[in-house]
């Protein structure tokens, strides 16, 4: 699976869009662009993932670039509940073992 | 459709006793995961299994650690004479046998070990 690369933090404002990026630019064409995010101390959590088009659900959008070596999540109105660490992964199949790099803590500020 | 089911939620065990964590996948998923978070530290796969078969064990200690997924019933994974260094939360994933979708994850077990 491709390696992603994040930065380590981000803050927030709440209310604002929370813009999350990712480089994955050894990424292979049937390789999908994951995103999970873990709020202290519970199981990970499922945001949305995408091949080559950009994507929406309740939760987030998904901007991937043309070339997809890079990605960008986005939560539209971040709220404190939102304060995570989320992790971007590289698979070929739903059933692909998860590997969670470090991710990045996104921290929501009042 | 219930989800990912961990238990017990929370495990105390005393150094060299047995440790056994149970994970009930979704319904209709034949793949099972689990990973290991020590305290401040990031998750770390251990194991991949399918029904009756383990499939990546990669992850897993050499020694004193092992899981099934037998063909009715829960996953389990053993850890046996525990040692401090052991506390972690430890937690289940599963997903279908086929598709792109999701994995889906339990909400872990706390063990520790005093």
């Known amino acids: 699976d491709a390696k992603t690369t994040q930065p380590t933090s981000m803050d927030c404002a709440e209310g604002r869009a929370a813009n999350l990026p990712c480089n994955h630019s050894?990424?292979?064409?049937?390789?999908?662009v994951y995103w999970y995010r873990q709020i202290h101390s519970q199981g990970p959590q499922y945001i949305i993932h995408?091949?080559?088009n950009n994507e929406t659900n309740e939760m987030a959008s998904l901007i991937i670039t043309e070339d997809r070596k890079s990605s960008t999540l986005i939560l539209p109105h971040a709220t404190l509940r939102d304060t995570a660490v989320y992790y971007c992964?590289?698979?070929?199949?739903?059933?692909?073992?998860?590997?969670f790099g470090p991710g990045t803590s996104l921290s929501v500020i009042p | 459709n219930a989800g990912v089911m961990q238990n017990p939620r929370h495990l105390v065990r005393r150094r060299g006793q047995e440790a056994r964590l149970r994970c009930s996948p979704m319904?209709?998923?034949?793949?099972v995961y689990w990973y290991r978070q020590l305290p401040e530290e990031g998750l770390k796969f251990m194991v991949y299994?399918?029904?009756?078969?383990?499939?990546?064990e990669s992850g897993m200690p050499k020694e004193r650690f092992s899981a099934e997924f037998p063909k009715e019933g829960p996953s389990i994974l053993r850890i046996q004479q525990v040692v401090r260094g052991d506390s972690a939360a430890y937690f289940c994933?599963?997903?279908?046998?086929?598709?792109?979708?999701?994995?889906?994850f339990g909400q872990g077990t706390r063990l520790t070990v005093v």
């Open positions: 994933a599963s997903s279908p046998p086929t598709g792109v979708t999701e994995a889906f």
């Open positions: 050894t990424i292979s064409g049937n390789e999908y």
């Open positions: 995408g091949l080559k």
């Open positions: 992964i590289a698979l070929k199949t739903s059933y692909d073992k998860v590997i």
């Open positions: 319904k209709g998923h034949s793949h």
């Open positions: 299994l399918q029904k009756e078969n383990i499939i990546d």
